[in-house]
């Protein structure tokens, strides 16, 4: 089972984005100290739900200042960039970390980056499949040319040139049909439960053929008490996600899909692993026996700023030597809901 750490960069209440940034390095640091397998970095435009609007930038900063764990982006958004100026940074992060780097990438959404970096909303509703073929194609290793609606160049060579292959978040069914016909593997959200996931794998797998190496995200949250687990979280994830999730705004004037969030994060304590370090490592091995995943990938930001190295320290002392052990034989645990946190 491989462990590794999801960082989304975000800025709380009273945080400048400054600060916010220095203290992911800090935190990516504290990752491979703890243990972890790897680290992946969340790009965001304008806004404070997520400062790092540069996940390849940041990746190329934490490859530098660590020696073992693997880093990767979660995700770098497709729609928002040339696919072939992003194969050139994975090749030089491949080449100069020694192979420790992975590309992610997604299509995104409708958001203002669209207009602001010039790619345009077209990119966003029809273009993301010529975008990843274009990526695919310049991460091969081989020459490389495009001549279709959104891109037309002539055949250049890649320098450096690195044979590489990008996993892809999916958040729909088209986007999952996109990266199965090309041998891809998933990244999965935190919005989706372990029922969920295991679908969408069975999904891919019949598309693809059985292509391996998925990525899963979940929040990642450990306390004295699962008690105090979840009454942290529930505290202190609304402050950041009400005004973080606001700064989505759509490109072209179309409604924000709107999110309850004392649900979504209600649902999020009581699926994911959060609690004491017990129900931490029961939660993982229960999410790797439900969708058979072996790479979960634990936000570990959702209690603040002020909690986050002690919660990597701790998941990494008390959570993860139990978690990577081969399960013990017997039926898979259900999910359980946590106990109401304590008023006050």
């Not at 980056?113 to 975008?131: D, H, Q």
């Not at 892809?168 to 593997?185: D, I, Y």
Request: proline share 8%.
């Amino acid at each position: 089972m491989r462990i590794g750490i999801f960082l989304i960069a975000a800025q709380f209440p009273g945080q400048a984005a400054g600060q916010a940034l220095a203290q992911v390095v800090e935190w990516i640091e504290a990752a491979e100290e703890a243990g972890f397998d790897d680290v992946w970095i969340a790009e965001h435009h304008f806004m404070s739900y997520g400062v790092c609007p540069s996940a390849t930038t940041l990746a190329a900063l934490a490859l530098g200042r660590t020696r073992r764990i693997g880093v990767g982006t979660a995700v770098s958004v497709l729609s928002a960039w040339h696919p072939v100026a992003l194969a050139e940074q994975a090749a030089m992060l491949h080449h100069l970390s020694g192979g420790r780097f992975t590309l992610g990438v997604g299509r995104g959404g409708p958001w203002l980056e669209l207009e602001v970096l010039g790619t345009g909303v077209e990119r966003y509703e029809r273009g993301f499949a010529e975008s990843l073929d274009v990526l695919c194609a310049a991460m091969s290793g081989e020459r490389v040319a495009a001549d279709g609606e959104f891109f037309r160049f002539r055949e250049v060579e890649m320098v450096p040139a690195a044979r590489m292959r990008p996993v892809v978040a999916c958040t729909s069914r088209a986007t999952l049909a996109l990266a199965a016909e090309r041998g891809l593997p998933m990244l999965l959200g935190m919005h989706v439960g372990d029922e969920e996931k295991a679908a969408l794998l069975r999904e891919h797998a019949a598309l693809s053929g059985g292509v391996g190496g998925h990525v899963a995200a979940a929040v990642g949250f450990v306390g004295d008490s699962t008690e105090r687990a979840v009454r942290e979280l529930r505290e202190a994830m609304p402050r950041w996600l009400e005004p973080g999730l606001a700064g989505y705004v759509p490109v072209d004037g179309r409604a924000r899909p709107p999110r309850d969030i004392p649900k979504y994060v209600d649902f999020l304590s009581r699926t994911h692993p959060v609690g004491d370090p017990d129900l931490c490592v029961e939660r993982i091995r229960r999410t790797a026996e439900v969708t058979g995943l072996r790479h979960l990938v634990l936000m570990v930001e959702g209690g603040g700023p002020d909690r986050t190295l002690d919660n990597i320290r701790r998941l990494g002392r008390e959570v993860l030597p139990r978690a990577r052990r081969p399960t013990p034989p017997g039926p898979v645990p259900p999910a359980s809901s946590p106990p109401a946190p304590a008023s006050g």
